[in-house]
């Protein structure tokens, strides 16, 4: 089935600090992909969709030069939170789209990136 | 926001019960998801069912979809301890890969 890597699982940082967060789909290609954060005991929240050779696109809220997101292959997306504080200390997951043969309305999840800053 | 609303927001049943889980939305949809997840983990996929489907069954689970009334339901029957956990809805818009996620409920199973 597909497969969706996260990288690491968890990261414990300083404040101010910069952490990049990578999502990789191992056996099959994505175009789109997809970052939410999720505080303690609440939902997913979706923060942007990454797309393939071009800018991602921020859900309301979300500064974009705060988390910034590069999707250079289609099977790689990165999130980096820049200038990381405490109150970015969340669960962040990824998800991806497939593209050609398993296109469909499934997104294949992450295992999530637990982030701690200090 | 655009979350939906799941409820209830926890529900204790024991080992052998049926559990029942509602998410409500409202703006229209292409299809709506539920999703399972353990504590602190990723998110598995348990059914998709379309906009134009009213019911659709993966061995324990049971789902409705009542689009009049821009409701869903999850129903696991004969439930386990191994399925505590939280419980997702998840829209997806009409004219968009985006998924909505609703608030969640929380299962706890009682061996």
């Known amino acids: 089935g597909a497969v969706v890597s996260q990288h690491p699982s968890w990261v414990i940082c300083k404040s101010g600090t910069s952490v990049k967060i990578e999502c990789r789909s191992l056996d099959f290609q994505a175009t789109t992909m997809f970052w939410y954060r999720q505080f303690p005991k609440q939902s997913l929240m979706l ?3 990454s797309n393939e050779g071009s800018k991602a696109t921020y859900e309301q809220g979300v500064e974009k030069d705060k988390f910034l997101i590069n999707h250079a292959s ?18 962040y ?26 | 926001s655009q979350q939906g609303e799941e409820d209830p927001q926890a529900l ?12 409500s939305y409202k703006t229209s949809i292409n299809n709506l998801q539920w999703y399972r997840q353990n504590s602190g983990r990723g998110l598995v996929h348990l059914i998709l069912i379309r906009s ?3 019911e659709k069954h993966s061995g324990r689970l049971r789902v409705t979809l009542d689009t009049s009334k821009k409701s869903s339901s999850l129903l696991i029957t004969a439930s386990r301890a ?10 997806r818009l009409d004219s968009s890969y985006k998924l909505i996620f609703g608030s ?6 009682r061996p």
């Open chain 1, 47 to 49: 923060m942007a969709t």
């Open chain 2, 12 to 23: 204790s049943i024991q080992e052998g019960e049926n559990a029942t889980m509602n998410c």
């Open chain 2, 52 to 54: 134009n489907e009213r």
């Open chain 1, 93 to 118: 997951i990824c998800s991806a789209e497939a593209s050609g043969a398993l296109s469909g309305e499934t997104q294949y999840f992450g295992p999530g990136t637990r982030l701690l800053v200090l």
């Open chain 2, 104 to 109: 969640g409920t929380r299962l706890l199973v």
């Open chain 2, 82 to 91: 191994a399925d505590t956990a939280s419980y997702f809805c998840a829209r």
């Open chain 1, 74 to 91: 289609l099977t790689l997306s990165t999130l980096t939170v820049t200038s990381a504080h405490p109150e970015d200390s969340s669960f």
